[in-house]
């Protein structure tokens, strides 16, 4: 094959990326979701400024558990030296959309990295065009504000690691991907919980192959370790203990803080619920005979049920793919 040929799709990925990337930069001063935006500012501020130790006070409001507060403490430690020349906190703005603005576009490349395992180079091409030039993507990332491509890309290499762990020696290769996916899955859930949905998957993946038992369970048992380990570690400065059991309850409670502020059947999100009811509706209405809450619980188990009954009767990597979809989707 010559050389142009072999790296023509790369180029071509690379080009996507960069126009994904001029397009969202072209959209980055937008205002944004006020509200968002401005919590995001002050909270950089404050995490460059102040020790972590003071961040979750009860004077101030976080509704996030702390995964995203590195990334934002950084952000502060890093515009703090230009704080005096920025008046209007422009750069500030710029600052807190960008994690967002390049997780797309490591978001793209992975969507291109997972096709191609199934398809043709053509096919990961227009997946991974899909995600860079897509307009509610750009949208949310560059101008909304919204950093939801940051705990989802997380979640999508975790997905692409355990693919990964099918190639090459099952005895020698397979552990360390499952030990990696479980540490990115685990770093998205303490972003936004939302992928916690996949832990099931990736317990059922462990006993999904019977010729790749041994290494599953070996990476899999070295994943869920390390992933308590890495939770413990991100959750210590915020509430220094030296009591691990203390720190997870902590940190339970930030995601049941998180759950009661947003007690309602849709946040400005067209789902199921938003076909009859209105926006900010309480969730405990009842229908029928139940709350909406726990019919919207009862659904998410039964989808949850039968995706991981479906994946280990078939048992593919192709079905593994699809659960993970389903289940986000659920």
Sequence with gaps: ??????????????????????????????????????????????????????????????????????????????????????????????????????????????????????????????????????????????????????????ALGGVWLLLRSDDGDPERRASWP??????????????????????????????????RLRSRLLGTTIGIIASLVLTWLVTLPFHPTANPIDSFGWLYGKYVFGKNVYAFNSVNAFNLWTIKFPFWQLDNQKIIFLPQYLWGLLLLVAATVLTIVRYLQTRTPRARLESAAILLLA
């Design 1 to 154: 094959m010559p050389p142009t040929s072999r790296f023509a799709p790369r180029l071509a990925l690379y080009g996507l990326l960069a126009v994904g990337l001029v397009l969202r930069l072209l959209m980055i001063g937008n205002e944004g979701f006020h509200n968002d935006i401005a919590s995001f500012e002050g909270w950089a501020l404050q995490l460059g400024q102040h020790p972590y130790s003071e961040f979750y006070s009860p004077s101030r409001f976080a509704d996030y558990p702390p995964g995203y507060f590195y990334i934002l403490g950084l952000i502060g430690h890093l515009y703090t030296p230009f704080q005096s020349h920025d008046p209007t906190y422009g750069l500030l703005k710029v600052l807190v959309k960008l994690p967002a603005i390049i997780m797309d576009m490591v978001d793209a490349v992975l969507v291109y990295a997972i096709v191609l395992r199934f398809a043709s180079v053509r096919t990961a091409l227009v997946s991974a065009a899909l995600v860079a030039l897509n307009p509610a993507i750009i949208y949310i990332s560059a101008a909304w504000g919204q950093v939801d491509s940051v705990a989802a890309g997380l």
């Design 178 to 211: 499952i030990a990696l996916a479980w540490l990115a899955l685990t770093y998205s859930i303490l972003i936004k919980p939302q992928a916690a949905i996949l832990v099931p998957l990736f317990v059922a993946f462990t006993f999904a192959a019977k010729t």
